[in-house]
């Protein structure tokens, strides 16, 4: 399976579509959580991501967060298909992008509290308390490139 990385103005109509539709589907519908998806964010994101026969199976955008930092953000990261290292794979493959087509030394997230493990993994770590977003738990966490 083939990492795709578009910009906004790269992407397909159909590929933004299933962009769309998973991200509703995964963070309005499975995690009952109404919130304004459509942040403006999109069109200034990197689009990183994986389609399965036709069907988008994971996704995560990244965009640059503080330029004079050189600090990027992640975020949307979701899997269609759970339990099979896609969103592990798909989270080194941004890492890899944040620091190759942005340029980025350091990366930031906002993690749901139950996801920190799997962050971890990829070699983040926690720099704030609990906080809620869309009243659901979470905590920055940042990763050094360089």
């Not at 397909?12 to 963070?27: N, P, W």
């Amino acid at each position: 399976m083939n990492t795709i990385i578009k910009t906004f103005d790269e992407l397909t109509t159909a590929e933004l579509y299933m962009i769309l539709r998973a991200r509703a589907e995964v963070f309005v519908v499975e995690q009952e959580c109404v919130y304004q998806d459509l942040d403006g964010i999109d069109t200034d994101a990197l689009h990183v991501f994986t389609v399965e026969n036709g069907e988008l199976s994971s996704y995560l955008r990244i965009f640059m967060k503080d330029r004079m930092s050189k600090t990027a953000q992640i975020g949307r990261v979701l899997t269609v298909k759970r339990g099979m290292g896609l969103g592990l794979s798909l989270l080194f493959e941004g890492i890899k992008a944040a620091h190759d087509r942005l340029c980025a030394e350091e990366i930031y997230i906002e993690a749901q509290v139950y996801a920190i493990g799997f962050y971890e993994k990829a070699g983040f770590y926690v720099t704030s308390d609990e906080f809620l977003e869309d009243g659901i738990p979470h905590v920055k966490m940042a990763l050094k490139l360089r």
